[in-house]
């Protein structure tokens, strides 16, 4: 499976911004998906994510009703909706795919592909 992410960007603080991440390979629908970012100095952690089922869904608390995660299996694209954005939101965002879990994952140990990131930068 390969992940490829797009969307990042120099945003304001309170602006908004939607990340998407295009997958290719086995069967989209059969994956587990989800974002993590890593902001410098500091580790990676899972901040959303979505099983194949979309009523299951995990936030982290940092992002929890700013953030939006959603996929659309006929694109084979999972998105995140980033509203409200502070500096501290800024970070490489990366996509991952767990292809043993249905139910959204929560630990960076499940996933079992990623891509390269996408940069999101937010001014204050």
């Known amino acids: 499976v390969k992940v490829v992410e797009s969307g990042g960007g120099l945003v304001q603080a309170g602006d908004s911004l939607r990340l998407s991440c295009l997958a290719s390979?086995?069967?989209?629908?059969?994956?587990?998906m989800g974002w993590f970012r890593q902001a410098p100095g500091k580790q990676r952690d899972v901040i959303a994510s979505i099983g194949w089922n979309v009523d299951s869904t995990y936030y982290a608390d940092s992002v929890k009703g700013r953030f939006t995660i959603s996929r659309d299996n006929a694109k084979n694209t999972v998105y995140l909706q980033m509203n409200s954005l502070k500096p501290e939101d800024t970070a490489i965002y990366y996509c991952?795919?767990?292809?043993?879990?249905?139910?959204?994952?929560?630990?960076?140990?499940?996933?079992?592909?990623w891509g390269r990131g996408t940069q999101v930068t937010v001014s204050s």
């Open positions: 390979g086995r069967t989209f629908s059969s994956y587990a």
């Open positions: 991952g795919a767990d292809g043993d879990s249905r139910l959204a994952p929560r630990r960076l140990i499940e996933f079992d592909y």
